[in-house]
């Protein structure tokens, strides 16, 4: 006769509250979990720098201090490469924003809809689009706060790859710890097959990222868009984020071609240099530098991207895929797992 814990509606009720509880832990733990994730992923990409150095026979302390080295060296080359363009799309933006009023009014008038489209200023600067906007003092400290809080997390986050690199060996015995000793393989091979997949496919995004930034930029100085540069890494790295992200970058590209006044010869130029990147992105770029290292279906990598979004902003939906494989890795090998782990994959169904 089954015990109360062999019910099936309770053991559906305890999954549903288990999931329940994930979710409002996320939620309500995102000041803590976020930045240690992220920081997790970030000493995943550079740890076998810090194990290459050690094999060259540098002390612990000088290796973590090399491969941190490597991840602020890209930041602050990222950071100055956008800042420059940044800085000059501040200067000239009162310049864009009266291009791209003009340009949607003359959309409304030809067009024929100028009932459903209000007609925007255009042409005095004191009558642009963000005249009319209070400026207050405590909007202004609101944005301060925003940006020094947003400062503190990134700094919280660096701060918290060298504690995790320092003590990468003590957290992975502490989990081959936790696991029985005839289970303790398998916990080793989860371990390292978790590292492997986060490792080769960040790797491969930064490899991707940068060669879509160079494909855009090309392109985009084809048609003469202005700050070209910053608008092409602006789309590459849109393409962090699975299917969205694409559709937004090109949205996002082809507001800025419109304003810039090249007509429909900029917005078509946009659209073929995103086209043409797409298809070598589809079908050249990642089966030959991403793979198919996470292998999660279409449906679970939406599901994942919208819902971490949701939870945490557009930082979690960076880090969803390289999360969720984590988390199909571990499935993979845990009993009573596995069909979740095969419902989140693309492994081929036997008919």
Same mark, same amino acid.
């Given at each position: 006769?089954?015990?109360?814990?062999?019910?099936?509606? %309770?053991?559906?009720? @305890?999954? #549903? +509250?288990?999931?329940?509880?994930? !979710?409002?832990?996320?939620?309500?733990? *995102?000041? %803590?979990?976020?930045? @240690?994730? #992220? +920081?997790?992923?970030?000493?995943? !990409?550079?740890?076998?720098?810090?194990? *290459?150095?050690?094999?060259?026979?540098?002390?612990?302390?000088?290796?973590?201090?090399?491969?941190?080295?490597?991840?602020?060296?890209?930041f602050l080359i990222l950071f100055f490469a956008i800042g420059q363009q940044v800085n000059a799309f501040v200067e000239n933006w009162p310049e864009i924003e009266q291009s791209l009023s003009a340009q949607l009014n003359k959309f409304r008038s030809n067009s024929g809809l100028g009932s459903l489209i209000p007609e925007l200023p255009s042409g005095d600067p004191d009558e642009s689009m963000m005249a009319d906007m209070p400026v207050s003092g405590g909007s202004i400290l609101s944005i301060l706060g925003t940006t020094i809080g947003a400062m503190g997390d990134f700094v919280l986050t660096l701060v918290y790859v060298i504690l995790l690199l320092t003590q990468k060996q003590r957290l992975r015995h502490f989990i081959l710890r936790l696991s029985p000793d005839e289970d303790r393989g398998l916990a080793h091979q989860t371990l390292n097959e978790s590292r492997t997949v986060v490792q080769r496919y960040l790797r491969g995004q930064l490899i991707l990222i940068a060669t879509l930034s160079v494909l855009y930029a090309i392109?985009?100085?084809?048609?003469?868009?202005?700050?070209?540069?910053?608008?092409?890494?602006?789309?590459?790295?849109?393409?962090?984020?699975?299917?969205?992200?694409?559709?937004?970058?090109?949205?996002?590209?082809?507001?800025?071609?419109?304003?810039?006044?090249?007509?429909?010869?900029?917005?078509?130029?946009?659209?073929?240099?995103?086209?043409?990147?797409?298809?070598?992105?589809?079908?050249?770029?990642?089966p030959l530098i991403v793979g198919d290292e996470v292998s999660l279906n279409p449906l679970a990598t939406i599901i994942c991207v919208v819902g971490l979004a949701i939870l945490w902003g557009p930082v979690g939906a960076v880090i969803a895929i390289p999360l969720t494989g984590i988390i199909r890795t571990i499935f993979s090998h845990v009993k009573g797992l596995q069909d979740f782990a095969f419902l989140m994959g693309q492994d081929k169904i036997e008919s």
């Open positions: 006769m089954p015990t109360t814990t062999d019910s099936p509606l %309770l053991r559906a009720t @305890l999954q #549903v +509250a288990l999931v329940i509880g994930v !979710i409002a832990l996320l939620y309500f733990g *995102k000041p %803590l979990l976020l930045p @240690l994730l #992220v +920081a997790g992923i970030l000493a995943l !990409i550079i740890d076998p720098i810090d194990d *290459k150095l050690r094999s060259f026979g540098w002390k612990p302390g000088f290796a973590i201090f090399g491969a941190f080295f490597v991840l602020l060296l890209f392109g985009f100085l084809i048609v003469g868009m202005d700050y070209a540069i910053l608008i092409a890494i602006l789309v590459a790295f849109m393409s962090l984020i699975p299917y969205l992200g694409n559709i937004i970058g090109g949205l996002i590209a082809v507001a800025l071609a419109f304003s810039d006044g090249g007509g429909s010869y900029a917005v078509f130029g946009v659209l073929i240099t995103m086209s043409v990147a797409q298809v070598v992105e589809s079908y050249f770029l990642t």
